[in-house]
């Protein structure tokens, strides 16, 4: 129904589009782009086969599209003959200018996060703000020379190899934005087509080939962006296009986004509001725009849900602990999503020691979600986070504690002994939420096996009840894992009974009818006993495993006093 909406507002033939973008963006470029580059005399100096920059034709104080496309500027002056020297850790500092060509297909780092920002260049865009506020122009030529450098040795291969996937080019083309609005260099043109044919192409992440996704979006806006400075308006057409056909898919009926993760709730929230304002810049989309901030009004009731008491989002998927978004949600106290798998409770939207739970259940492993699903908890009570999520390290299939947050063992679940993931496994929930209790059923087949978890929430006492069970299913046990805050008082392997300790006084006892079969805390000799506040940052936290006698039903009682 959502989606007939849509369709029955996109009236008129693909030429007619087209034909008003052409009009929306002559509009805008008269606005925006106030001057022609300058012609350059043939005894200009040059750096290397690319002539120096000059003189700039915009000022970056007060253009608005440079202010719009590129960020801050770096901290650190980048001057005229100095080396740009750029820390993009682990690796060594990387020289611009200088950079082995071998490097843009063979990577020195093995972590497919860091290739995606060395090969898209974003560590660029900085320092090049920089030069271009300081007038220090043979910097900023000498970073557009590395630039078409990139797309002169490792031209398109016509896949995702080499830096070549959507990913990496949406972001490269967000760096030649930024470049380009500085300097309008010719020399950008052919290598801003370029990553612009990889958008547009098979490899562009949304329909038809797979699901929306944020980087498609990312991809349309920034097409947007490149559209309005180079005065091309069948991309902004094209990316207009997909942004209303995919509105529609892009989150559930009450606003949770498919991707299963609390961070990319708010990316994805923040990334249709910028889809609305973009379409508010073309005549006769206003109808549209209002249409999908109707959206990302229900995404942003969903992220007040996923913001814990004490201000920060909860981690769940692939999220790191950032602010959340305080503002609150008048009446209900319970959000339950079965589309997507979420349940999420909370006694008071303004008490800072409010209770706060979430569930995880539903529909497999997608996009940056984790193996969370057979009734993964959060839960934080007197202002203090309890049970947590491990967040990310990074995504280095060779990196042990990136690979970890894949295993069931990293969520608050329990699991069988062999761990294993059965993707056509369902897991579903019955819930009875009452103002003194709220009960949530979780039943599923995640891991092969008939598997039942109760958990009851006291809604005034700091006290949590989860309650396991296995059919036919020996050797298992529950993974639990603390905020990083807690400390052992009391209690140890082989025991059913632990104290944790708190910097604020308060103490934690957990009590379980299985036995304590595993304790770890940062162990450097493995993934286990971390947690990740943000991506390629770990703390020390403890991780728990109590296993079920004989596979009996385990009972486990957390309380914080």
Not at 318 to 323: F, I, K, S, T, Y
Request: charged share 25%.
């Amino acid at each position: 129904m959502r989606r007939s909406a849509f369709a029955a507002a996109r009236t008129g033939t693909k030429f007619k589009r087209v034909l008003l973008f052409g009009v929306g963006l002559a509009l805008l470029c008269a606005a925006v782009i106030r001057f022609e580059p300058p012609s350059r005399a043939a005894a200009q100096p040059t750096l290397g086969a690319l002539p120096v920059i000059w003189s700039l034709p915009v000022d970056p104080y007060r253009d608005p599209m440079v202010r719009k496309v590129c960020p801050d500027p770096a901290l650190t002056p980048v001057l005229d003959g100095r080396p740009i020297r750029v820390d993009l850790k682990p690796a060594q500092p990387l020289v611009v200018g200088e950079i082995p060509a071998k490097w843009w297909r063979k990577p020195p780092v093995t972590d497919p996060g860091w290739w995606l920002n060395f090969q898209a260049l974003t560590w660029m865009s900085a320092p090049a703000v920089r030069a271009a506020r300081d007038h220090q122009l043979g910097s900023l030529t000498a970073m557009i020379r590395q630039m078409v450098t990139f797309h002169v040795v490792n031209p398109d291969p016509g896949d995702i190899r080499f830096g070549w996937d959507e990913g990496t080019a949406l972001r490269r083309l967000a760096t030649e934005n930024c470049l380009y609005a500085l300097t309008r260099e010719p020399a950008l043109v052919d290598g801003m087509e370029a990553d612009v044919a990889v958008l547009t192409g098979k490899r562009y992440a949304g329909p038809p080939k797979m699901a929306v996704h944020n980087h498609g979006m990312m991809a349309n806006l920034r097409m947007i962006d490149a559209a309005k400075i180079l005065g091309r308006p069948e991309w902004a057409a094209v990316a207009v296009d997909r942004i209303l056909s995919e509105a529609p898919l892009a989150f559930s009926a009450q606003g949770v986004s498919f991707e299963q993760s609390s961070l990319y709730q708010q990316v994805n929230a923040g990334l249709w509001e910028n889809a609305a304002k973009a379409l508010e810049g073309f005549p006769g989309y206003d109808s549209q725009a209002a249409k999908i901030r109707a959206l990302v009004r229900k995404a942003e009731r969903v992220q007040a849900f996923m913001t814990a008491p004490d201000g920060d989002i909860v981690q769940v998927g692939d999220a790191d602990r950032v602010a959340g978004r305080k503002r609150a949600v008048r009446g209900d106290l319970v959000l339950r999503d079965d589309e997507t798998g979420w349940m999420i409770g909370r006694t008071s939207w303004t008490d800072p020691n409010a209770i706060h739970y979430t569930v995880r259940y539903g529909p497999g492993r997608r996009a940056h979600g984790q193996e969370d699903r057979a009734g993964g908890l959060t839960w934080s009570a007197l202002g203090t986070r309890i049970l947590v999520g491990t967040g990310r390290y990074n995504y280095d299939t060779k990196e042990p504690l990136s690979t970890y947050r894949r295993e069931p063992r990293s969520q608050n679940v329990a699991t069988p002994a062999d761990g294993r993931i059965h993707r056509g496994g369902t897991s579903t929930v019955t819930a009875v939420t009452k103002p003194d209790t709220h009960r949530v059923k979780v039943f599923d087949t995640v891991y092969g096996e008939p598997h039942r978890r109760e958990i009851t929430i006291a809604q005034h006492q700091a006290r949590l009840v989860v309650r396991d069970a296995f059919e036919g299913v020996r050797a298992w046990s529950q993974s639990w894992h603390l905020d990083p805050a807690w400390m052992l008082v009391s209690g140890a392997v082989g025991d059913d009974e632990l104290t944790f300790r708190h910097p604020s006084g308060q103490r934690l006892t957990i009590a379980t009818t299985g036995r304590v079969a595993g304790i770890w805390f940062g162990d450097a000799r493995g993934p286990h006993g971390w947690v990740f506040p943000k991506e390629r940052e770990k703390k020390p936290a403890y991780e728990l495993s109590f296993a079920a006698p004989g596979g009996a039903p385990v009972e486990t009682i957390f309380k914080i006093y």
